[in-house]
């Protein structure tokens, strides 16, 4: 089905490209030619059974070679393999996340009651509200591409954004401060929205979710108290390179691949408001990406367009998932660049996007990022 749309210079999209006369480039804003019901037909269907026996080994592995690793660093305990351990132990915080991540949208198991144990074990250990994340992560989810309702990495209206003070444009634009933005998320999310992930009152939550979150801050609360008991048995310090540096890591690595995943592709794509946002379009703006070496660690949760549009599906399948929705999907689907054994090539979108991605016009139902030249500037002298 042909699908067409009037720019306001007069220029004509069909099927997704734009039609100057002089070349056909492709507009990823343009009205998809077919249904998420398409791309949903496309999937096998062994794609969304939930084998908990399998989601439960993947979660033997990792915490399998989380105890190694401390037992490793309790031995040692030496300069020589702290280095080696911070980096290693702090990527698999970040895999324990993503089986976490997976409770919360339902695709580790169909047993619910598992979903919240599981995830409530794994989310905790590494300092995040499970119930709390759980839920603004199904606000992101069912909302991603949309300037206002989206929840994670939204960008800022203009207004907002001129509103900030300078240390706030600093603290968010300027490398590395955002990829250290997670804990402070938590607790306060995005400027112009309000609210914790640790109270029940806040406005991400309805009624009936407060005693969820209440649950979730309480383990929160037990497992930073333990750290805390933990530093004054075997000192401050200790604690530190045992779990504080790891936990930086993770919080790196969780603020990197979700940023990178929305961010940063070679050209620049779209958000919405009103009748152009739709659950498919908005979700066609997320970017798959390669991590090398790093996705059989991290679960493969950079295979991210076919996880926003149907997180039921479990981890395992996605893969499978992504090739079989490609030939519907066709130029909507941008194929992730291929990384080296780690994935430094992503460091210089993740550095592009941050220094120029500002800010986003208030008017407009499909907008794109703006640049702060004067802010721009200022980073480039420092």
């Known amino acids: 089905m042909a699908v067409s749309h009037v720019f306001t210079n007069g220029h004509k999209k069909e099927n997704g490209f734009h039609n100057n006369n002089d070349s056909d480039e492709f507009d990823a804003s343009a009205p998809p030619p077919f249904k998420i019901a398409d791309i949903r037909a496309a999937i096998p269907r062994h794609c969304w059974v939930k084998n908990p026996w399998r989601s439960l080994s993947y979660v033997l592995r990792d915490l399998l070679v989380v105890a190694t690793l401390i037992a490793s660093a309790i031995h040692f305990n030496s300069w020589f393999f702290w280095p080696i351990y911070w980096p290693l132990q702090g990527t698999m915080f970040w895999a324990i996340f993503v089986l976490g991540h997976d409770c919360g949208h339902g695709s580790f198991s169909n047993n619910a009651k598992l979903n919240g144990i599981v995830g409530h074990v794994l989310h905790s250990s590494i300092l995040v509200p499970y119930h709390g994340w759980r839920i603004s992560h199904k606000t992101h989810h069912q909302n991603h591409g949309h300037v206002e309702n989206d929840e994670s990495w939204v960008p800022l209206p203009e207004k907002i954004y001129k509103s900030l003070d300078n240390v706030t444009k600093l603290m968010r634009f300027t490398a590395p401060f955002p990829i250290f933005a997670y804990p402070f998320y938590l607790w306060r999310r995005s400027p112009g929205k309000e609210g914790s992930h640790f109270n029940p009152y806040s406005k991400l939550f309805s009624p009936n979710e407060r005693k969820d979150v209440m649950i979730s801050t309480m383990c929160w609360v037990a497992m930073f108290s333990l750290l805390l008991t933990l530093s004054f048995i075997m000192s401050p310090l200790f604690i530190l390179k045992l779990y504080g540096i790891p936990y930086l890591i993770f919080i790196m690595w969780l603020d990197f691949v979700t940023y990178l995943h929305h961010h940063g592709y070679k050209q620049k794509l779209p958000w919405y408001r009103g009748k152009e946002w739709s ?50 999907l066709g130029k909507y689907y941008r ?44 980073n480039k002298q420092v």
């Open 279 to 328: 659950y498919l379009r908005g979700g066609l703006t997320t970017v798959d990406r390669d991590y090398g070496l790093i996705n059989n660690i991290h679960h493969d949760i950079g295979t991210h367009v076919i996880h926003h549009l149907f997180p039921q599906i479990p981890h395992y399948h996605l893969l499978e998932a992504t090739q079989a929705a490609k030939p519907v």
């Open 335 to 378: 194929e992730p660049e291929k990384s080296g054994p780690l994935p430094f090539h992503l460091i210089k979108y993740l550095l592009q996007s941050i220094g120029q991605d500002h800010y986003v016009s208030d008017n407009g139902d499909i907008v794109y990022y703006q640049t702060d030249h004067h802010l721009l500037n200022k």
